[in-house]
């Protein structure tokens, strides 16, 4: 199986200037086999040659040609594999998810077309697709050198390498709030995985996770305190800099710098820039919480239950602005941008789905459609059963529980009912399996001992509420 692992480089002047100009070929490449695809598929409408490939192997190939061209000799002093790996192949792989999404059926932006990549705005980074390798506490870079990283050996210890007995495959450099990282990814044995039998429901907002199962129920709550100290710091940095000033670019004969229209380009001045990169620390500091918290909430639920089901949400969609202009504004726009800020600082919906997508052993999806107004013990749908955000109470049997934990035991019951939809399973031979039938009829009974529940989270662990 292979997992990945991120470690800090610690390059001298001459290797950062090194990795600047492997980050710049990879993207000089990339545009320029982008924008000779855009023609040559141009010449195909037009009748004029045969559909162009846009596979990795076919972009290779054109990098030779493009390494070959006049006024290209630069990119013979800079590892060939390197750039090749970090312009040509990516791009393959970019019209290949493209082609994908198409199929889907997506269109316009949705399908995602390859763009062109700009300096200063595309992240800064060059791959080693092979031959990775790592000694100890460096990491070799062709025609670079070894580069001094921070790998620890393995240990128990917090910040310990935890693949150290596993092969690098791929490596990718990247730099990020001017510092340097590498991300590995490693090939190592899989380990012996036992397999649960249980079924969890989890409902999801922007709060917390309720999770569901039969005898048993939690609230997973979101840190929020941690989360937001950051993310308080990163808008008292973003209203420092706004109160900065911005300077006019000047040429090398001290002459300011205009565009094509005649205005004065204009940079931050360096108060500016620090300040934006105190902001951007502290973002980045919010996002590594959410997504620590994903990981360590998935891996828990992925360790304790054989079968997730989900509720079907499309996250992106419930992102999206609420309509109206400033002529005629629409309903509760207002809270509507209140609840996007929340979901986009907080909110680690999408995060936890993507995480569970491959650690889970069988995650199922429900549709969302009246799972909180549904009443759990009778199935009553009404709109008026959850009048309170956090609290439910059904107005036919009066069952009273919190709202999400009820939600979560709606989605349970569907997931229940997918999962014995298609009755007892059968063997390739298409005889009856006696071992699968007796899973499915006891299936239903399977009940997991809340009190087995270990959720390692560093730092303040969140409030956990347990109701049987």
């Known amino acids: 199986m292979h997992r990945a692992s991120r470690y800090r480089l610690y390059p001298n002047q001459t290797q950062e200037r090194q990795f600047v100009q492997l980050c710049g070929a990879g993207r000089f490449v990339y545009n320029e086999l982008l924008a000779e695809q855009k023609r040559e598929y141009a010449r195909f409408e037009a009748g004029e040659r045969e559909k162009p490939g846009a596979s990795p192997f076919e972009f290779g190939k054109r990098f030779a040609r493009l390494k070959a061209k006049e006024g290209n000799a630069w990119l013979g002093g800079l590892s060939a594999t390197v750039v090749r790996g970090t312009g040509a192949f990516p791009l393959g792989a970019a019209f290949a998810h493209f082609s994908r999404r198409v199929r889907e059926g997506k269109k316009g932006k949705e399908a995602g ?80 995985w036992r397999w649960h039998g249980g079924v969890c429901g989890i409902d999801r907002n922007s709060e917390n996770f309720a999770a569901g199962w039969i005898g048993g129920r939690r609230l997973i709550e979101i840190p929020y305190d941690r989360i937001g100290k950051y993310e308080a710091r990163a808008r008292h940095y973003q209203w420092r ?105 907080f909110s680690c919906m999408g995060m936890v789905e993507r995480f569970l997508q491959y650690k889970a052993w069988d995650l199922i999806r429900v549709p969302a459609r009246n799972t909180s107004r549904t009443c759990a013990e009778c199935g009553h749908v009404d709109e008026d059963n959850r009048k309170e955000q956090a609290y439910f109470r059904c107005l036919a049997c009066g069952h009273t529980d919190n709202a999400d934990a009820n939600a979560a035991r709606n989605i349970l019951n569907l997931g229940l009912e997918k999962l014995l939809a298609g009755g007892a399973p059968v063997t390739g031979r298409g005889e009856d399996n006696e071992a699968g039938a007796f899973f499915m009829e006891c299936l239903v009974e399977t009940a997991s001992d809340p009190s087995t529940m270990s959720w390692n989270y560093r730092g303040s662990p969140p409030d956990f509420h347990t109701q049987s």
């Open 241 to 345: 800099a706004s109160h900065r000033e911005r300077i006019e670019l000047k040429d090398a004969a001290g002459e300011p710098v205009r565009t094509k229209s005649g205005k004065a380009v204009k940079v931050a001045s360096n108060r500016r820039r620090l300040l934006q990169q105190r902001a951007a620390k502290a973002k980045r500091k919010a996002a590594e919480i959410r997504k620590d918290f994903s990981h360590q909430s998935s891996a828990n639920l992925a360790r304790l239950f054989g079968h997730i089901v989900l509720e079907e949400l499309d996250v992106q969609a419930m992102r999206r602005s609420a309509r109206g202009t400033r002529e005629k504004p629409g309903r509760r726009v207002g809270a509507k941008a209140a609840l996007n800020r929340k979901m986009a600082q």
């Open 113 to 192: 077309f390859p763009r062109f990549k700009v300096k200063g705005r595309s992240r800064e980074s060059f791959t080693i697709p092979e031959a990775v390798k790592i000694q100890a506490k460096r990491l070799w870079v062709p025609k670079v050198g070894w580069i001094r990283m921070n790998r620890k050996a393995q240990s128990r210890t917090r910040g310990a390498d935890p693949w150290d007995g596993g092969e690098a495959r791929v490596a990718v450099v990247y730099r990020e709030l001017d510092k340097w990282y590498v991300s590995v990814l490693w090939e190592v044995e899989a380990p012996e």
